[in-house]
């Protein structure tokens, strides 16, 4: 199984600044027959399910703010929040889809300092 | 409005069964693979089932596999989990997730409210 590991587990960022989070998989989630990677990042608030923010490591869901952006390939990726929002706070995960079974990062928690 | 409704969470003495729904609206249900996710109270997610857009194919993560069973209805635009010998350690909030696409290993664009399940005696 492939395991899904992010960092830190939790992070406290100041209003308008930059927010990085990391996803690092045990193996490769690069899929080469087509260049993918099968990598998505999910957003979950308070009392809520988790949404959709990014998949194929890089390519944002439609609605979702271009202040999300995710980069990385192959085992290491990372999701970044541009300019903080009070919004934005939450639990961030990450996924890979490449064989099942499709495994979750443990999460980070995203808070305002 | 693009919707997934689960529904027959509850409590559940160990070792006994239980079957979620999910009725899904909105969208073409036959076009999309489908899955099960669950999370237990205060934890993360984690990945249980999925199923092709047509029912043909099926997978389970190891912690469900023997015990759970994905079908699906497109007739009825229906998601069904049949959940056997449950335990403790299944006690978790349960979401029906659509695909992006017919293929089942793809991102989940769209999670229902989630229903809860509680084994205990």
């Known amino acids: 199984d492939i395991v899904m590991t992010q960092s830190p587990d939790s992070l406290a960022v100041s209003l308008g600044e930059r927010a990085t989070i990391n996803c690092k998989s045990s193996q490769s989630v690069l899929y080469i027959s087509n260049n993918k990677n099968y990598l998505a990042w999910y957003q979950q608030k308070p009392g809520q399910p988790p949404k959709l923010l990014i998949y194929?490591?890089?390519t944002r869901e439609s609605g979702v703010p271009d202040r999300f952006s995710g980069s990385g390939s192959g085992t290491d990726f990372t999701l970044t929040i541009s300019s903080l929002q009070a919004e934005d706070v939450a639990v961030y995960y990450c996924?890979?889809?490449?064989?099942?079974?499709?495994?979750f990062g443990q999460g980070t928690k995203l808070e305002i300092k | 409005e693009v919707q997934l409704l689960e529904s027959g969470g509850g409590l559940v003495q160990p070792g006994g069964s239980l079957r979620l729904s999910c009725a899904a609206s909105g969208f073409t249900f036959s076009t999309n693979a489908m899955s099960w996710v669950r999370q237990a109270p205060g934890k993360g997610l984690e990945w249980l089932s999925v199923?092709?857009?047509?029912?043909?194919?099926?997978d389970y993560a190891d912690s469900v596999k023997g015990r759970f069973i994905i079908s699906r209805d497109n007739s009825k635009n229906t998601l069904y989990v049949q959940m056997n010998s449950l335990r403790a350690e299944d006690t978790a909030a349960y979401y029906c997730v659509k695909s992006r696409s017919g293929a089942i290993n793809d991102g989940f664009d769209l999670w229902g409210q989630g229903t809860m399940v509680t084994v205990s005696s």
């Open positions: 996924q890979h889809y490449y064989s099942s079974p499709y495994t």
């Open positions: 194929w490591a890089s």
């Open positions: 199923i092709s857009n047509g029912g043909g194919t099926t």
